[in-house]
């Protein structure tokens, strides 16, 4: 299969960029606009602020609308601390699976894409419909760069009738996702001798508050009934989390500072801003009270990231396609968030579909099995047909 054979080739050079979301991704940006120059096909920079990073899209065929958009991500996240058996940063072959940082999440996607639209390309005359590619930056970050490179595309470009986001689904149609968004927070508190608490303010203890919050909400949203949407996603109701959390110096010192980070997995049904105005309504009366005490403590919230939920669509454009094009009728729904809600926020029918196991992303040993890689390989073949033929 050519566009399997092709693909493996530049997967294996993708690997070879150590494009974690903290570092540049320009070396790989620059290699794919002159594996595609080579190839006639020009490539659309969408650079960050500092410049160190960009986005990138194409497209090979007629400047009409109606075409199909593969988006994926350069970005992968880091190995420290992970044991791996061969270096991360090398494709890596054993036993039907090739290992290596981002096989799976999703430079083997993007290795896919950038082949299909080298085959497209050799059928430019045939093409009815043009093939789109959208690959960007610190996505597992929080979707940071997808909003700019879709307004990029969209000045650029004729508008596609569906956008397909190649995460892995092991090739099945996932027609939803849960939305995520990002709080930063800071609770400042005053620093006195643990024996005399009660003229300070534990930044901690006040930290566990709003915590529990969060607890209370989980355990609420668990209890009530789900509707339809929330029926198809499991968990079955939006959730908060607090993965991570630091402060305070000394068991017998009031902590002065604690942070953490709490993100919201959000239902596409539900307005994340009800969930917002909750979240900030709890910090304002913990912080009342932490300024009856002591005026000068507070607690800082900022929103570190906002990726909307994808809306299922039923029988809409991007599901249709996907379901032609893999045969697969099952509709599937993710709690996890990914650029197609964006996608979809922008005016695009979307859908999630890549080859390879979510469950294997962000492990040691990442792998893609070859059977998945050559599974979207012929996804790709089939969708340039369709191409061809609308
Ligand atoms: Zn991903």
Redesign the pocket.
């Known amino acids: 299969m050519e566009i399997a054979e092709t693909a493996r080739g530049i997967l294996e050079r993708l690997v070879a960029f150590p494009t974690v979301s903290d570092r540049p991704n320009l070396d790989l940006v620059e290699w794919v606009g002159a594996w595609l120059g080579a190839r006639g096909i020009e490539m659309h920079r969408v650079w960050n602020a500092e410049r160190t990073k960009a986005s990138l899209f194409a497209q090979v065929g007629p400047a009409v609308s109606g075409g199909v958009v593969l988006s994926g991500?350069t970005d992968v996240v880091p190995v420290e601390g992970q044991e791996w058996h061969s270096d991360p940063f090398r494709l890596t072959e054993r036993n039907g699976r090739l290992h290596g940082r981002g096989t799976c999440?999703?430079k083997g996607f993007d290795a896919l894409a950038l082949a299909a639209l080298a085959a497209a390309d050799a059928r430019r005359g045939d093409l009815k419909h043009p093939l789109q590619i959208a690959l960007s930056h610190d996505?597992?970050v929080g979707c940071l760069a997808a909003p700019a490179l879709i307004s990029a595309m969209q000045k650029a470009l004729p508008p596609p009738r569906a956008a397909i986001i190649g995460?892995?689904t092991m090739m099945q149609p996932v027609c939803g996702h849960k939305g995520g968004y990002g709080y930063d927070v800071h609770l400042r508190g005053y620093e006195v001798h643990s024996s005399l608490l009660h003229r300070g303010v534990s930044a901690v203890m006040q930290g566990a508050r709003l915590i529990e919050w969060a607890n209370r909400m989980n355990e609420a949203n668990a209890a009530s009934p789900p509707g339809e949407t929330a029926a198809l996603f499991d968990p079955p109701f939006t959730t908060l989390h607090v993965g991570r959390i630091t402060g305070g110096t000394a068991h017998n010192i009031t902590a002065r500072d604690c942070r953490f980070v709490l993100a919201m997995r959000v239902l596409p049904d539900e307005d994340p801003a009800d969930w917002r105005r909750a979240f900030l309504e709890e910090a304002e009366r913990i912080e009342a009270a932490m300024r009856a005490v002591r005026p000068e403590t507070g607690i800082d919230i900022t929103e570190v990231f906002e990726v909307p939920a994808l809306r299922p669509e039923p029988d809409g454009a991007a599901e249709t396609l996907v379901r032609r094009l893999t045969g697969e009728n099952a509709r599937h729904y993710v709690s996890y968030g990914?650029e197609a809600g964006q996608f979809q926020q922008a005016g695009m029918s979307a859908i999630v579909c890549g080859p390879g196991n979510i469950a294997r992303?962000h492990q040691a040993d990442e792998y893609l099995e070859i059977a998945q890689f050559e599974k979207g390989a012929a996804f790709m073949a089939r969708l340039i047909d369709d191409l061809c033929r609308e």
């Open positions: 991500h999440d999703m996505e597992e995460e892995p990914a992303a």
